[in-house]
């Protein structure tokens, strides 16, 4: 994220209270909030450069790339995906993630960042090997082949000039009603990231400098239920799935020329059988209204930053992952195809 703020002006921001005084935030390029402990609270910042962004290397550029060989640090048992902590030769701590959703999670956290929203620094690679790894994992084992190398991980720099503070609520947030949190909403449904419990987002306290007070950075952190499905199946093949993803309705109302307001596919609720899963099924069943009721400007605002990406960049975000050169291409005009209905709709003058 440290490489993100490079990106930055820190001469157009605008504080303001949680209780309101955003009507000047259309006039900023960043969109802040004041926090309780004085420093600023930060979730969107004006793409200036997006046509030259690097997607092939995102967020933390070549310079924060992974350096082998690796160590290995302890497991991390939290979430639902199995992940374990490693250092690399430069001493820089990373975040494993094994199984399916590491593909997805390295294209999405390109693309939220393109727009200008905050995003970890994810790389993947297609073979990792960590000396000192324990002989049995609590949980992964089954990803480790007999000579001890993983296939197919997302690597996450840990920043020594960041400390995760707690999560927010897309509910009850310092950018409420805002179009920059709108912006984020119609993201969610532009990559199909159905997984939007709360805790999957998270809040980063930065150190300030000299020139820059510190911000506490909103964003949404775990993307790995993205390009698949539109809701929980308990499968894996609700994320990172070719089909699925192309397949999907992207727009369930809105289309037409009456109305100011949009209503997206995902998230949908989870599939009826998972009601057997209680808590599974239950911190999922109310999020539907992130895709739901959001202003077209605000949804029109954000097919207009997406569709300053050029052909390949958008490639070059599949590419990451390493998808093969045909999932690269089906995946990215699917893509496009919803980029060019976001700039489609019809937005009245009134709500412009």
Do not use: C
Request: net charge neutral; proline share 5%; charged share 25%.
């Amino acid at each position: 994220m440290n490489q993100y703020r490079k990106h930055g002006s820190t001469r157009n921001i605008i504080p303001v209270t949680l209780l309101g005084a955003l009507l000047a935030v259309g006039f900023a390029s960043e969109l802040v909030s004041a926090s309780n402990d004085s420093a600023t609270a930060v979730l969107w910042r004006d793409p200036t450069d997006i046509a030259t962004r690097n997607l092939l290397e995102g967020p933390g550029g070549k310079d924060h790339e992974p350096h082998p060989p690796f160590t290995f640090d302890k497991e991390d048992m939290k979430g639902s995906n199995p992940k374990f902590d490693v250092r690399d030769s430069d001493g820089v701590k990373w975040k494993v993630k094994l199984g399916v959703e590491a593909k997805p999670e390295t294209v999405a956290s390109r693309l939220i960042w393109a727009v200008g929203y905050f995003a970890n620094e994810d790389y993947f690679l297609p073979e990792f090997r960590a000396n000192g790894m324990p002989a049995h994992l609590q949980r992964g084992n089954s990803f480790v082949e007999a000579d001890g190398s993983i296939k197919n991980v997302r690597l996450k720099r840990e920043s020594k000039d960041e400390k995760k503070i707690g999560t927010w609520q897309w509910r009850k947030n310092p950018f409420t009603d805002t179009r920059e949190l709108n912006g984020l909403r119609v993201m969610m449904a532009v990559i199909n990231n159905w997984d939007l419990k709360d805790d999957n987002n998270a809040i980063y306290r930065e150190k300030g400098t000299d020139a820059q007070a510190p911000e506490t950075v909103y964003l949404v952190s775990d993307l790995g239920s993205s390009f698949g499905t539109t809701n929980f199946i308990a499968s894996d093949k609700g994320k990172g799935n070719l089909e699925a993803y192309v397949h999907s309705k992207f727009i369930r109302k809105g289309e037409e020329s009456t109305g100011n307001f949009v209503d997206f596919e995902d998230p949908k609720r989870p599939a009826p059988f998972i009601a057997f899963n209680a808590p599974e099924f239950l911190s999922r069943v109310n999020l539907e209204w992130i895709g739901r009721h959001l202003p077209k400007a605000d949804a029109q605002w954000t097919g207009q930053l997406l569709a300053k990406l050029s052909h390949d960049q958008i490639r070059d975000a599949f590419r990451a992952a390493q998808y093969t050169p045909e999932e690269v291409e089906a995946f990215a005009s699917a893509l496009e195809l919803r980029i060019a209905e976001l700039n489609q709709l019809y937005v009245g003058s009134a709500a412009k």
